[in-house]
């Protein structure tokens, strides 16, 4: 039987898929309220914006570590950093 005709039949099915659907309004209502995590990033721009810096500072990290090994070379542009092999074992 096609799975949309299992629902329309098997009421365990109808039921564990209804609420299935439930719950996710629910979630995405606590979303839009501002409830949560998810709520407060997608309704607090000031958090959104401390979590999106948090996470560019996190990603720019080693860049900057390796600029100061390298002594202020850039670490994405410089082809001498990149066509020495290293060993990742030191």
Known sequence: MAPLGKLLYDLQSYDEAKKA????????SDVRAGNGTLGKLGTDDSLYNNVRDAITNVANAPCEAEREHHHGKN?????QLYDKPRRLDR
């Open 75 to 79: 670490c994405f542009s410089d082809p």
């Open 21 to 28: 659907l439930n719950g996710g309004n629910a979630m995405i």
